[in-house]
Nanobody, 123 residues
Framework: EVQLVESGGGLVQAGGSLRLSCVAS????????IGWFRQAPGKEREGVSCIRSSDGSTYYADSVKGRFTISTDNAKNMAYLQMNSLKPEDTAVYSCAAVPEASSCHETPFDYWGQGTQVTVSS
């Protein structure tokens, strides 16, 4: 059974940092691209970042570029999203997702999803 479980969310003041973690099981982690998505109340889900398994190349949405960093640890089947300089508009439920390696991870529908972790940034 494929599982993705996020952790690390919470309440933080604007300008602060959080690191989200995602532990994966039930599939060959090395062969999958990993993405982080977020959804704020009343808004559509937004792709935040993704990383390709084949070459480690990354993608970031313009809204988080320079502030967020995605990484993976294949030995631990873990993915991370380091979030710095957080803003109130970053408040959302953040989910990790996985898809078999694709040519462009930010243009590919993802197959497997975690349940999400809440991030709240106060002003």
């Amino acid at each position: 059974e494929v599982q993705l479980v996020e952790s690390g969310g919470g309440l933080v003041q604007a300008g602060g940092s959080l690191r989200l973690s995602c532990v994966a099981s039930g599939f060959t982690f090395d062969d999958y691209d990993i993405g982080w998505f977020r959804q704020a109340p009343g808004k559509e889900r937004e792709g935040v970042s993704c990383i390709r398994s084949s070459d480690g190349s990354t993608y970031y949405a313009d809204s988080v570029k320079g502030r967020f960093t995605i990484s993976t640890d294949n030995a631990k089947n873990m993915a991370y999203l380091q979030m710095n300089s957080l803003k109130p508009e970053d408040t959302a439920v953040y989910s990790c997702a996985a898809v078999p390696e694709a040519s462009s991870c930010h243009e590919t529908p993802f197959d497997y999803w975690g349940q999400g972790t809440q991030v709240t940034v106060s002003s």
